[in-house]
T-cell receptor, first 112, second 116 residues
Framework: EAQVTQNPRYLITVTGKKLTVTCSQN?????MSWYRQDPGLGLRQIYY???????DKGDVPEGYKVSRKEKRNFPLILESPSPNQTSLYFC???????????FGSGTRLTVV | AQKVTQAQTEISVVEKEDVTLDCVYE???????LFWYKQPPSGELVFLIR??????QNEISGRYSWNFQKSTSSFNFTITASQVVDSAVYFC?????????????FGAGTQVVVTP
């Protein structure tokens, strides 16, 4: 089944403890992206990647890192999480225009 | 500056009523793509439609229809004869060609509540 898989689905962590949210797609898509969803703000793009080793900042990249060492994987790294990074995170992939993104099921992160 | 505006935060309707969701976008590009996504209570994001800036034909898919008007920079979405299963948050999104394709910007979303 074609899908974007992100893990974990739920995560509670403490301020400052490094964490990684994994994302994998099995559709051989060129593009991958991370979004965060917050009430009243919609989905805001954190980072996106156009191919292996090619990434760029979205609208809210501060406090996040990404890497794209393989086409199928695009992990999101929070080196020192803070409470304002408590959010619902979505990973997505796309073959490129004219297609939109296919989204994963989401990761609800709470930083206390 | 936000490039996609969904001014309606929440719309409540009774089943079988029609509901129209507004989406106004801002871009200097002549080539761009617009999208609608649905987020039901279960939380996943479901793609509904995409439209490129050169195609101003309206589209109908079952009870869903979309009205794209470049003159007013709007891409509105109508659900006809709403059903309880239409209860969801609906997002409009914009991708500009001059940006790298990967940048897809979303509006804040409109919560649709359909009651029996």
């Amino acid at each position: 089944e074609a899908q974007v898989t992100q893990n974990p689905r739920y995560l509670i962590t403490v301020t400052g403890k490094k964490l990684t949210v994994t994302c994998s797609q099995n559709m051989n898509h060129e593009y991958m992206s991370w979004y965060r969803q917050d009430p009243g703000l919609g989905l805001r793009q954190i980072y996106y990647s156009m191919n292996v080793e090619v990434t760029d900042k979205g609208d809210v990249p501060e406090g996040y890192k990404v890497s794209r060492k393989e086409k199928r994987n695009f992990p999101l790294i929070l080196e020192s999480p803070s409470p304002n990074q408590t959010s619902l995170y979505f990973c997505a992939s796309s073959p490129g225009l004219p297609y939109g993104y296919t989204f994963g099921s989401g990761t609800r992160l709470t930083v206390v | 500056a936000q490039k996609v505006t969904q001014a309606q935060t929440e719309i409540s309707v009774v089943e079988k009523e029609d509901v129209t969701l507004d989406c106004v976008y801002e871009t200097r590009d002549t080539t761009y793509y617009l999208f609608w996504y649905k987020q039901p209570p279960s939380g996943e994001l479901v793609f509904l439609i995409r439209r490129n800036s050169f195609d101003e034909q309206n589209e109908i898919s079952g009870r869903y229809s979309w009205n794209f008007q470049k003159s007013t920079s709007s891409f509105n979405f109508t659900i006809t004869a709403s059903q309880v299963v239409d209860s969801a948050v609906y997002f409009c999104a914009l991708s500009e060609i001059t940006d790298s394709w990967g940048k897809l910007q979303f509006g804040a979303g409109t919560q649709v509540v359909v009651t029996p």
